[in-house]
């Protein structure tokens, strides 16, 4: 009876041993180089930028701190003297004139804006820049350019989610930043005509503004023409026209 039971307690134990292995996490994959791939340790060691990347990543996400704003919570005292703001159709513009836009539009007080920021990176060919993402996700909680929040705000506020957006700053040798700006990588996510930015804001609560560069992406007149007359070549060298 004993020998029985130490049998069927090995079988028990070989078949929870293989039945963990086969559920366990595979082996960590060899990372892959591509023969474009930049070498980020030599390039970095080569660098004569004096902000080593962390804390040049670090000091971007201070900048962008509520505390700080990008300049507009301490006065621009974080921007260089030769500052620049420049994005898809905006810019560059210079620093008080970034200070003044931004000033007026206060985003904050008609949002509650979760930022949802990743990826942040020091651009290993330009060592004084930081690129990382966003994806933001807005719920209307006052007026904004006219437009109240929806009237069941309790229970259905007013959403916005932006396209992804691509950031970039560029820093000083003192940490002073010298130019900021953002793109749209995706115009066909979220619910605000493919525009990031204060453009997205005024499209996403119906009030954008009335000039071109605030509407969602339209193919111009020739761009069509043209892709037509591309389609027409094509079926008339295969002989179906």
């Not at 474009?36 to 701190?65: C, E």
């Amino acid at each position: 009876m004993k020998t029985t039971t130490a049998a069927a307690a090995a079988l028990i134990a070989v078949f929870t041993s293989t039945a963990v292995s086969a559920f366990s996490a595979p082996a960590a994959a060899a990372p892959i180089t591509l023969p474009g791939d930049v070498d980020t340790t030599a390039a970095f060691a080569a660098s004569t930028f004096p902000i080593s990347p962390p804390d040049l990543i670090n000091r971007a996400k201070q900048v962008l701190s509520p505390e700080i704003g990008i300049g507009t919570k301490d006065s621009g005292a974080c921007l260089a003297e030769d500052f620049e703001f420049v994005a898809a159709v905006v810019g560059p513009i210079g620093r008080e004139e970034y200070l003044n836009a931004l000033g007026g539009f206060k985003l904050e007080e008609s949002f509650d804006i979760q930022q949802n920021t990743f990826g942040f990176t020091v651009d290993p060919l330009q060592p004084n820049r930081v690129w990382w993402y966003g994806r933001q996700i807005s719920t209307q909680i006052a007026p904004f350019m006219g437009a109240e929040p929806s009237p069941a705000a309790a229970d259905s506020p007013t959403e916005l989610t932006l396209p992804p957006q691509s950031f970039h700053m560029d820093f000083t040798e003192d940490g002073l930043v010298k130019e900021f700006g953002f793109y749209t990588v995706d115009r066909r996510q979220g619910n605000t005509g493919g525009l990031g930015g204060a453009f997205g804001y005024f499209y996403g609560v119906g009030k954008p503004l009335p000039i071109r560069e605030c509407q969602p992406y339209k193919p111009s007149f020739r761009f069509r023409m043209l892709g037509l007359i591309g389609k027409i070549g094509k079926k008339l060298s295969k002989g179906k026209i």
